[in-house]
């Protein structure tokens, strides 16, 4: 078997290369970064070391300053009327969905919006993951499915956002994130955005060897159609409150095993065409599963580490019925492109648990704010 070392230095060369072609949150910066109009507002999330979380050292400043980092990078690669998110920001389409949680669940399942027999109406934006929006979807990607489940009742996380009827449940098509030590996060942003290619051959060394290959293995994938493809929150969430809460991650796939063959000659935009042609004739149908922690080896914070399904089992809790629809006019597309999800518009009962959810809440909330801010576009959950 090779040493940690020896993987390290093979995929160096590999990582480098993706990296330099943008994504993974790494567009290039020029500038030293400066303060905008759109300074973060919320506050940084408290601990439950009850559930297993522990504070990292600085996370607040270094939260701050990534997203001082981000909104440069937007601002360097979009002009006024034109801002896109700075990770996912091709969407292959925003479509209606239905979600209904099961009639039966365990009590320990049946908490927030977990209702047996409630159903809710939802929008799904699907997405690549790469920074480039104008990257062809056949090229290797991690890809994006993130709900927006409406009509939600109950007080929500972010402060300024407490009011809204949304909870929000975002996934990737890979089980695990690459980044788990902010200090480390902040030097692979720093070290992407240099524009001295030494030190980019430096990310390596600041994701570490597991987390350099759970980054190769996140962008390496070739999908069919984002509604045959499986998802995976990677990161954990709190179910319940009080003495009766645990974590969770979640998943979701298709809700049977058939598979589309990757086009032969694929279009550039050819996941847009598999949703439009597979909601032209029909409804389509996911399942939305959650996994309980069930030891303390299934790390709360280190998101670099798998809760396998031999560890614990993933659990159905409701049925997500996307049914047949047209879901591409320049309306739509626009008002998708203003949605903002962040795990963080979500119930007291499912908070994001962990540091990365942590930093996502100062970074998703100042990006949304500058992106709405360039366009000069309402920021309002629907
Ligand atoms: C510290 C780590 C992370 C940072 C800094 C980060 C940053 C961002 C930012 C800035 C956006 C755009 C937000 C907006 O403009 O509204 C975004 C979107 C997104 N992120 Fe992350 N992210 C992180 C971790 C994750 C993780 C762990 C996941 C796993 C599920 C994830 C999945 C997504 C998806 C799917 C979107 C697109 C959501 C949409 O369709 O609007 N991110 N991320």
Not at 10 to 26: E, F, I, W, Y
Not at 192 to 212: E, M, Q, V, W
């Amino acid at each position: 078997m090779e040493s940690d070392d020896t993987q390290l230095m093979l995929t160096v060369g590999m990582l480098t290369l993706t990296l330099a072609m943008g994504g993974c949150h790494v567009n290039p910066v020029k500038t030293a970064p400066t303060a905008s109009s759109a300074a973060n507002t919320v506050s940084y999330p408290s601990i439950d070391a009850g559930l297993g979380e522990h504070l990292y050292p600085d996370e607040k400043p270094i939260a701050d300053e990534l997203s001082v980092v981000l909104e440069e990078s937007i601002r360097k690669q979009y002009s006024a009327g034109s801002a896109r998110r700075d990770a996912h920001p091709k969407a292959h389409g925003c479509v209606k969905a239905e979600v209904s949680i099961l009639d039966t669940l365990p009590a320990a399942l049946s908490k927030g919006m977990f209702i047996p027999g409630t159903r809710y109406q939802a929008w799904i934006r699907f997405s690549n993951g790469s920074g480039d929006p104008t990257r062809a979807d056949i090229k290797r990607d991690a890809r994006g499915m993130a709900i927006k489940v409406l009509g939600v009742p109950g007080k929500k996380l972010l402060e300024d956002e407490s009011a809204a009827t949304t909870q929000d449940f975002i996934m990737i098509n890979h089980p695990v994130f690459f980044a788990t030590d902010p200090a480390r996060y902040r030097s692979f942003l720093q070290d992407g955005n240099s524009d001295h290619f030494y030190r980019k051959l430096r990310i390596p060394f600041d994701l570490g060897a597991k987390g350099t290959l759970i980054a190769l293995e996140t962008r390496n994938s070739r999908i069919s159609n984002p509604l045959q493809t499986r998802y995976w929150s990677m990161v954990p969430y709190q179910l319940g409150t009080g003495s009766e809460r645990q974590a969770v991650k979640y998943s979701a796939r298709a809700c049977s095993s058939a598979a589309d063959p990757i086009p032969k000659h694929p279009a550039h935009d050819y996941l847009r065409d598999a949703l439009r042609n597979t909601l032209q004739n029909g409804d389509a149908c996911m399942e939305f599963l959650v996994q309980p922690r069930t030891s303390d080896s299934m790390n709360v914070e280190d998101s670099r580490i798998e809760w396998t399904e031999t560890q614990a089992p993933f659990y159905k809790v409701a049925t997500i019925r996307i049914p047949s629809q047209a879901f591409d006019s320049p309306q739509q597309n626009a008002f998708c492109e203003n949605l903002s999800f962040t795990p963080w518009h979500a119930l007291p009962e499912h908070k994001p648990l962990g540091v990365t959810n942590r930093l996502r809440k100062v970074i998703y909330d100042r990006i949304s704010r500058v992106r709405h801010e360039m366009n000069d576009a309402k920021r309002q959950e629907p």
